[in-house]
Each structure stands twice: as C-alpha cells, then as structure tokens.
C-alpha cells in the first residue's frame, strides 16, 4: 500500500542526501520516478546535498499543480512508482494535498524531505500540512550539532553574524556562510538565549547574568565595611 511519508530534521542534517540515496536505491532496482524541489540553494530545478551530491529535479512553484503533472506523465505512458519531494516545507499546503491524492489515487508513494519549522520556531505552512497528513513523519537520525555539541535542533537565521527573528519566513541561504544573510543549527538553550557561534567567541552569553546590579552589589561591599568600623 502506498504511502506519504514526511523525513523532516534541521538544516544540516543531511535532508536533500537521504532524498538523493532514496532516488538512487529505486533506480538500482529498476524502478521509476520523479524529483522535485523547491528553491533549492544551487538554483532553480536542482537538488543538491552538502557532500556534493547533485541532481536535476522539477522545480515547484507557487501554484504548480503537482498531481496533474504526475497524471500527464502517466497519460503518455512513463513509468512512476515513486516520488520524490525535498524542500517540501516550501510547497504550498494545497500542494501537500495533491502529494496526498498521488498517494491514495495513484497507488504510488511519496517521499517528502524539509524542515519543520523557520528561524522563528514558527512552522512552515507546507510542513504543518505534511505533519497533518502524512502516513508518517520520521525524524532524521543524523544529528546536526550546535556550536556547543549538543544536538541541534532550531534554525537560527544570522544577518552579518547577529541572530535575528524578525523578518520574511523564506529568505534562500546556507549554513556556514559568510553572506550577509546566512543560517546556523542551535540547540534550543541557545536559540532562546540568541548565542550564535559568532556570540559565543565574543563572550557574549546574557547581559545580566545574574540577577542583580552593580550598585546593588557594590552598595552591600560599603554596608559591611560601615559594620565593621
């Protein structure tokens, strides 16, 4: 029986690899099907992993109708047994339900690869379907780690190495880079306390540590000098 099945993770922990071994372990088999992506980080109609690993997909956009593409495909006679969906978290949720028809109408299964939620902890409107109806939503075993070495599992999004949580859900960038807009996997303890890599370096943990002031403190040190006297 056919079924939706979502693998979702943070960035870095190897998503678009898993979609790209899956395609290829079908193929070995002698079996048929189709990729697609959205806004994929090496460019419109790609995906590619970070080991290097790339391939041509098709290239989702706003208001594709992906199961009618997948019936077009079958009308002419090509073989599709399966599916394959990385950066599922941009598709549109009407475009989920299609993935969802292609799997119960069709009787051909669907693979699907993104992130659950953005930089805000907010969830991607595409993933929220997915977590709705998939058959399935397994998360990756590859742990992607924070700066500290715990397990990462927030995306933080960094503008000239400074978190920020303001702003566009989708804005495409890349983990490690150096752009004025990148992105960097935290564990949830740093994500909440906005201590990036780049804070980290800088000593930068919380700008009151401690829950009282200086004049507080320094005011206790005069007292008991006074009783001492």
Not at 109 to 117: C, K, N, R, S, T
Request: proline share 3%; with cysteine.
């Amino acid at each position: 029986m056919a079924e939706l099945i979502y693998y979702c993770g943070t960035m870095d922990s190897g998503k678009s690899t898993l979609a790209l071994q899956t395609a290829h372990n079908h193929q070995q088999r002698g079996r048929g099907g189709l990729i697609f992506t959205s806004q994929d980080r090496a460019g419109a109609g790609k995906i590619s992993s970070r080991l290097g690993l790339t391939s041509a997909a098709i290239e989702v956009l706003p208001g594709f109708d992906i199961h009618k593409f997948v019936v077009d495909k079958l009308s002419i006679g090509e073989r599709i047994d399966y599916v394959i969906c990385d950066e599922a978290q941009f598709y549109q949720p009407e475009q989920i339900e299609e993935l969802a028809r292609i799997v119960d109408g069709l009787g051909i299964d669907v693979y699907a690869f993104g992130i659950l939620a953005d930089f805000r902890t907010k969830l991607f409107p595409g993933s929220a379907r997915l977590v709705e109806l998939a058959d399935r939503v397994n998360t990756l075993q590859v742990e992607a780690l924070c700066w500290c070495g715990s397990r990462a599992t927030h995306n933080a999004r960094t503008i000239n190495g400074v978190m920020v949580t303001e702003g566009e859900q989708v804005v495409v960038g890349d983990v490690g880079k150096s752009d004025e807009v990148a992105y960097e996997v935290l564990c949830r303890r740093h994500h909440m306390r906005r201590v990036t890599a780049r804070a980290s370096r800088a000593g930068h943990t919380s700008p009151m540590p401690l829950p009282f002031t200086p004049e507080e403190d320094s005011s206790k040190d005069n007292s008991a000098k006074g009783d001492r006297k």
